[in-house]
């Protein structure tokens, strides 16, 4: 009780402006803003060249995307690290351009009080719950730095954008269960959303609207494992693996941080402990370098390994209730600085490879990050020493997490994600199913394997690049079988039995599964069905194919950047990385490599990896295909 107390003062402090707080901070802490400070500094000054200079209203104060070649209608979000930038640096650059931005954002603007997720592209208008959030904790934090004219117009379109929520519960509210987006995110983030704006303009009924979402969010938590669900389409009963639509991403980066400011703000103990107990469940997924593995999401067609491509961020959130799980602060240091590896020129580009393999960035990205870091600066400094451990860094074997039916393996050097989550998203195929191998990780080599949609499709359009080269393949490795030009493979398969057995510091899948299409159809000849081996021990992982009586492939979409050299024959395949090689080895079948485009790679745009994508044929003799992956 005592601890929660806390949490609940220090969150009001960190509603203090800037100036106003004077808290020590451990040189831990202190190293961590420094670093947050700088790549926050270096993205907005890149942001603002960007900035549009020009008299058509539809273009002055916006910001071109390099990649996408418009204005995405989320740039004011920008709104608060402008003017966290403003107040610290005080240099008139940063509230100049906020306060163009802001003027901009009338093109998106609405009567009703919303503002539209773009211009001419899409009349969304839910993401008008993560404009209010910027825009209240720039006004809360920064308003003293406006004149009293810009303040007052800010503050009622804060006002009324707290009215749009207000009326429109098919988006936000979750208290009739045939009133609801099918997307938790919009929800969880109004509880934080209206009660802030009631507490600003003394509305109790705001308060009261974001107390009974809340209220009606206590039950979408799932029962072994505590994850938020509601990121899709069916949440009235479970899957037949026993599952509900989650999505880490949405859940880390906008759900449970904007859950715990309402529940911190309210005073809402209940619901705070369902919140941290529920970041502890999904910190389990960080990967030891900082990325996070949403291999398995029902929404991963937006993954960009270091985050969602669109979503906040989850330092502000874990960093609030950081006091008593120092382990949060070593999450958001690796993130950073995974982040810092993937900016470039400034800007933060979509994924690991995507500089490398001459795909530009997304603008998108860097400012919703943004929002995220500054988020983490405005809250007072803590007196906690790092605990330099998450929970993936343990050797602890095999983990099973029942509620997404996923396991984790962690065996030497090695991190692995394996699963047979079944719940869909509105759209088939966004995240593989049928016992697959989503995520593969080493120490050394950094990742080998990592899911991909399993047909790549702009979801959402406005918020995903097209792919602009010649090729294209799914990332993840599977089972694939080609008949008139059709492909069917194991990672649709809704029928799969998976066996997971655990002895001596060996784990061991059995996977009887079968080959389908993304609408879970067989070929017109009749049904192929695959038994699939697969063993983790520290010293790497071998996979072993039976029954193969079909022309059918295993392919092994091997993670390499054009920059690291291959060799390949007939029989292995060596991947240079750092200080050794990777290494895939068929004790029995034949690799072949499919075509690439020009660098010898196939890039794709979700996770944002480039990959040789190797197939392995099945021995002409025992129709059987086995492989060993080791790293040397």
Not at 203 to 211: L, S, Y
Not at 275 to 285: A, G, I, P, Q, W
Not at 328 to 354: P, S, V, W
């Amino acid at each position: 009780m005592r601890n929660m107390i806390f949490i609940v003062m220090l969150f009001h402090v960190s509603l203090l402006p800037a100036q106003a707080r004077n808290m020590n901070e451990s040189p831990f802490d202190s190293s961590l803003r420094s670093e947050a400070n700088t790549l926050l500094k270096e993205w907005m000054d890149t942001f603002l060249t960007y900035q549009c200079d020009h008299p058509d209203p539809s273009l002055t104060g916006g910001v071109l995307c390099p990649a996408c070649a418009r204005v995405h209608g989320r740039i004011g979000d920008a709104v608060l690290p402008l003017m966290y930038l403003a107040e610290k640096t005080g240099d008139n650059k940063y509230l100049h351009g906020a306060r163009r931005l802001m003027a901009w954002m009338e093109n998106v603007h609405r009567p009703d009080g919303s503002w539209m997720n773009d211009v001419h592209v899409s009349n969304w208008n839910g993401t008008t719950v993560f404009a209010s959030i910027a825009l209240y904790e720039a006004l809360h934090y920064h308003g003293h730095l406006l004149d009293d004219s810009t303040r007052n117009h800010w503050e009622q379109q804060l006002l009324q954008a707290g009215e749009f929520m207000m009326n429109n519960p098919f988006i936000y509210s979750r208290k009739r269960e045939g009133m609801r987006n099918m997307n938790v995110n919009y929800s969880a983030s109004a509880t934080y959303a209206l009660y802030a704006i009631g507490e600003l303009f003394n509305r109790p009924d705001f308060k009261e609207e974001a107390r009974e979402i809340a209220a009606g969010l206590k039950n979408y938590f799932t029962e072994n494992n505590l994850f938020l669900y509601g990121e899709g389409p069916d949440i009235s009963s479970l899957t037949g693996n026993g599952c509900r639509p989650v999505d880490l991403l949405y859940n880390v980066e906008e759900s449970l941080p904007n859950m715990a400011y309402y529940a911190a703000m309210a005073g809402d103990k209940e619901l705070l402990s369902l919140v941290e107990r529920s970041m502890n469940t999904h910190l389990e997924f960080m990967l030891p370098d900082g990325a996070w593995d949403n291999s398995w999401g029902t929404r991963s067609f937006k993954w960009a390994y270091w985050g969602g491509r669109t979503s906040d961020g989850f330092m502000g959130g874990y960093y609030m209730l950081a006091a008593h799980h120092p382990e949060y602060i070593e999450a958001i240091r690796r993130n950073i600085r995974l982040l810092r590896e993937a900016t470039h020129n400034g800007l933060l580009y979509g994924g690991m490879h995507y500089v490398v393999s001459g795909i530009p960035p997304c603008i998108h990205h860097t400012f919703v990050r943004a929002k995220a870091l500054t988020a983490f600066l405005e809250q007072p400094p803590r007196e906690i020493a790092p605990s330099g451990e998450l929970p993936r860094d343990a050797t602890y074997g095999t983990k099973y997490f029942k509620d997404i039916h996923t396991w984790l393996l962690s065996y030497g050097s090695w991190r692995a994600t394996f699963t047979g989550y079944d719940a869909e998203y509105q759209v088939k195929g966004t995240h593989p199913m049928g016992g697959a191998l989503s995520l593969l990780w080493h120490a050394q080599a950094g990742p080998v394997f990592a899911a991909t949609m399993n047909q790549y499709q702009l979801i959402e359009a406005p918020n995903m690049q097209s792919n602009t080269r010649k090729y294209l393949t799914g990332g993840t490795p599977r089972i694939e079988l080609v008949r008139n030009g059709v492909a069917y493979s194991n990672l649709d398969d809704l029928n799969t039995d998976i066996t997971c057995r655990t002895e001596d510091g060996v784990c061991t899948f059995t996977v009887n599964t079968h080959l389908v299409t993304i609408n879970q159809q067989s070929p017109q000849q009749g049904e192929v069905a695959v038994t699939m081996n697969y063993t983790y021990t520290q010293q790497g992982i071998s996979i072993h194919v039976e029954h193969c009586n079909e022309p059918i492939r295993l392919i092994l979409p091997v993670i390499v950047s054009p920059e690291e050299d291959v060799e390949i024959t007939s029989r292995k395949a060596s991947i240079k990385k750092n200080e050794g090689a990777l290494s895939i080895a068929c004790e029995s079948g034949t690799i072949e490599v499919a075509p690439t485009d020009d660098d010898g790679r196939i890039f794709n745009p979700v996770p944002g990896f480039s990959f040789i994508p190797l197939q392995v044929l099945p021995d002409s003799k025992d129709k059987q295909i086995s492989i060993h992956i080791c790293f040397l």
